[in-house]
């Protein structure tokens, strides 16, 4: 049973994901209005080599620094230090890549691009490391509001500078005052001087060598996909491609990635009780699926509304792709809480081995379904890779805690069966509006108010309570 700081923990990180999802969404529906589908794929190119830099050269000082028994302030000034150093060497890798990326993609504008875009991971570096004392006391409520913060001040440069005519430097911009801001705001809640010392750099180490090597693996897997129809798209198709993908993730990162930083800490705290462990384990990856699945199988069913009523018309292709990648999110969803797991009991390298694993299938699913199938070949492969890795987060849960395989899988039967209910009754609904011919604005709120009517419903009388699964948490 995990604590009720856990349960706080978890509402405000899920409160803090989510609310600065709606203002990246709510950006997002203006920016797409007042620029074209090339405007996204354009930077989409510029950002596949950020984010690539950034999580390769990512230093995960905040988790290191939750394991720890005690934090002194020498801890705080190493994990700075490094951080800065991870700083300064992303700017100057950025900085010798930019040409030669834009020289590869045949498009001089990346140059600029890169160079400005940079600066957002470079603030982020810079992030107060006190911050984490309010992690260690499952304390959220400061993380959430250094992270509002930043997406607010986000929201207004993007629609500011569109509103002023800057095309897609409103993008770039969003990504630099989002990162600013965020830090910014973690020193006015978290003070701290800075001091530059590596005393304790032994404490970060062990922890860090493979963590450090799954991120690279992580940043290579995660934008694979975007850098393989770099060179096989238009900049317009991409750009329908891209913003398909990042909408198709949005639950699992709004609802349940959020949950897993608490999650970790409360798992590190059980650790010496294997019993605990797995008991902890099973409840939060059922509950991760109880909320993954509907909201994914949801967004699919309405993908072609989404688009419609969200985007505007000229994002109707980034509908139909939508409606296979949100089904392909579903599973991805059950690693989470492994994820996790592994990172409380310290078993940093079983989570490069699976990362290896979904790189691979990646590179090798990705590449035959790009060659047979174009793009659809390429979302077919995203779905299979889930899969491969939904079975591998099973295996991997047996030998950390000691599931069972079989008995994991039963406990899901209910929320299949009530996601297939959903499914076919938001199916018949849809046929029958059909006839109607109302807005589809008015038809998005009324399929899903249905459907999340009928899969609470279908939970009920399959013998799942809501309430009791909260609190089982």
Not at 332 to 354: D, E, G, I, K
Request: glycine share 6%; charged share 10%.
């Amino acid at each position: 049973m995990l604590t009720r700081k856990t349960i706080f923990g978890a509402v405000w990180t899920v409160s803090s994901r989510l609310s600065g999802r709606l203002i990246d969404f709510f950006t997002l529906l203006v920016l797409a209005r007042l620029l074209t589908p090339g405007d996204f794929g354009l930077t989409a190119i510029a950002a596949t080599l950020i984010t690539i830099a950034d999580m390769v050269l990512e230093v995960p000082t905040l988790q290191a620094l939750t394991r720890l028994p005690h934090v002194k302030k020498s801890h705080l000034d190493t994990a700075f230090t490094l951080s800065m150093i991870r700083g300064v060497i992303l700017g100057s890798v950025l900085l010798l890549a930019a040409w030669p990326f834009a020289h590869l993609y045949k498009d001089p504008r990346l140059v600029a691009l890169i160079l400005a875009s940079g600066i957002g991971p470079l603030a982020r570096s810079l992030y107060s490391p006190g911050m984490v004392e309010y992690v260690r006391s499952m304390s959220f409520r400061q993380v959430f509001l250094a992270e509002i913060a930043g997406k607010l001040i986000a929201a207004a440069t993007a629609i500011a500078l569109v509103s002023l005519g800057a095309g897609y430097w409103a993008i770039v911009a969003s990504g630099i005052s989002a990162a600013l801001g965020a830090t910014s705001m973690s020193y006015v809640l978290a003070p701290y001087r800075p001091r530059l010392t590596l005393s304790e750099f032994r404490e970060f180490s062990a922890f860090l060598g493979w963590l450090s090597g799954a991120q690279i693996l992580i940043a290579l897997s995660w934008q694979f996909d975007r850098i393989l129809l770099g060179f096989s798209l238009s900049k317009a198709a991409l750009g329908q491609y891209t913003i398909a993908s990042d909408l198709s993730v949005m639950p699992t990162q709004s609802l349940i990635g959020p949950a897993m930083q608490p999650l970790m800490a409360a798992l590190a705290q059980i650790n010496p009780s294997t019993d605990r462990l797995r008991k902890a384990y099973s409840k939060a990856s059922r509950f991760t699926m109880l909320l993954a699945a509907p909201a994914c199988i949801g967004m699919s069913l309405t993908s072609d509304l989404i688009a419609e009523v969200l985007l505007g018309p000229q994002w109707h292709d980034a509908g139909l792709y939508l409606r296979w990648l949100a089904l392909s999110t579903v599973l991805s969803a059950f690693y989470q809480p492994l994820h996790s797991l592994a990172l409380a009991t310290n078993q940093t390298s079983l989570v490069f081995r699976l990362t290896l694993v979904e790189l691979c299938s990646k590179v090798v699913l990705m590449f035959l379904g790009l060659y047979f199938y174009s793009l659809i070949g390429v979302i077919a492969a995203r779905g299979l890779v889930s899969f491969i890795l939904f079975v591998l987060s099973l295996r991997a849960a047996r030998q950390l805690v000691g599931t069972n395989a079989a008995s994991e899988l039963a406990k899901l039967w209910q929320v299949a069966a009530a996601c297939a209910v959903m499914t076919v009754l938001v199916i018949v609904l849809r046929h029958t509006l059909i006839w109607t011919r109302i807005p589809a604005l008015l038809e998005l709120g009324t399929v899903s108010l249905f459907g999340g009517a009928v899969y609470v419903a279908s939970l009920y009388g399959f013998g799942i309570r809501l309430t009791k699964s909260l609190k089982a948490v």
